[in-house]
């Protein structure tokens, strides 16, 4: 009797163990890959923004989440590497905000979930069938509109009624370019502007890209948005001040850099939002599911200081517009 108790019980203590074992498996910790087309102290404010969402629905970096970051320090020629990198990590989505990083990660996988926080042209590139049903594993938000490039004419002859020649700063073999081309040509036309296209395959081409449209006889300057354009934007604007060409620019970060005037949407909002798509597929959602967010909203920033040193008064039609003005 006793040998059957004890052998009763021990068979109850092996099966337990098992079962006791599973019980104490910690609950797997996801991991989002961060391809950053700058470098991480000109991304800082938009990778703050991201670990600002996550923090809003609950993440904590390090605790709950992981995130493995790799950084192109604005050179496209890095994306297929890089991208490759975090597809071998077998993360489980990956977050990027240049169109030449989706480009690559397009290219080196098409099942791990993309968030793109900042992307043109989503159809027109490639990335997705439609806004409202991407079909793949790519989805996020656009920042581009339709009357986007026309408006940076606009804004930009409304602040220098002067402008006659326009200089239109892109990089080569952006199919979103040739779209917002398309854009400033029309309204250039209707405002009897001429512009003039320049196009950089890298960093290393835009202080020649500047003697040529000075060359050119510009005496604007509008920047595309691109990883290039966005990573060496000090660069950019310094030139633009250098050579005392007024500019507009696709976002408020160059502003803040020194640049005169920019109008587009907010990046580091776009970031912040990019953590609800993420939030959405770690709880089970897929990317062809979710809608691609087009911008609702756009902001103008001024640059005072520029503008006292260029020599520019804004009309008060362009200063009642201002969402910030920086002195």
């Known amino acids: 009797m006793k040998r059957s108790a004890v052998a009763f019980t021990l068979t109850l203590v092996l099966l337990a163990a098992p079962l006791a074992a599973d019980a104490q498996q910690p609950a797997k910790v996801p991991r989002i890959g ?5 470098s991480p102290s000109a991304g800082a404010r938009f990778l703050e923004s991201f670990r600002q969402g996550l923090r809003e629905l609950g993440y904590v970096e390090g605790q ?17 590497a ?14 990027t905000y240049s169109n030449a990083a989706v480009t690559a990660l397009q290219q080196a996988t098409r099942t791990i979930p993309i968030v793109v926080a900042a992307m043109g042209d989503p159809v027109g590139s490639g990335f997705v069938a439609s806004l409202a049903r ?35 700063l892109a990089v080569s073999q952006t199919p979103a370019h040739r779209t917002i081309w398309t854009e400033i040509q029309a309204a250039a036309q209707a405002l009897k502007v001429t512009p003039q296209r320049q196009e950089v395959a890298g960093p290393d081409e835009i202080e020649h890209a500047f003697a040529s449209l000075i060359k050119g ?17 000090t660069q950019i604007v310094g030139l633009a001040t250098k050579n005392r060409l007024p500019g507009m620019y696709p976002f408020r970060e160059f502003v803040d850099a020194g640049g005169l005037m920019s109008y587009g949407t907010n990046l580091s909002d776009s970031h912040r939002r990019a953590a609800t798509y993420v939030d959405k597929i770690l709880k089970g ?3 062809a599911d979710l809608p691609v967010q087009q911008p609702t909203r756009f902001e103008l920033v001024l640059n005072m200081k520029t503008a006292k040193a260029l020599g520019i008064k804004f009309p008060p039609s362009i200063m009642v517009r201002a969402d910030q003005v920086i002195e």
Do not use: C, M
């Open 34 to 38: 961060y391809l950053g087309a700058t």
């Open 64 to 80: 709950n989440i992981f995130i493995d970051y790799r950084w192109a320090e604005g050179r496209p020629d890095r994306f297929p």
């Open 82 to 95: 890089l991208a490759g990198e975090l597809v071998h990590l077998r993360v489980d989505v990956i977050v």
């Open 134 to 168: 991407p079909g793949g594993n790519i989805t996020g938000l656009s920042f581009l509109s339709e009357e986007l490039g026309g408006k940076w004419v606009e804004l930009l002859r409304e602040a220098v009624p002067k402008i006659s020649r326009v200089a239109v």
């Open 217 to 233: 006889r510009a005496q604007g300057l509008i920047v595309l948005p691109h990883a290039v354009t966005i990573a060496h934007r």
């Open 285 to 287: 959602a897929k990317p």
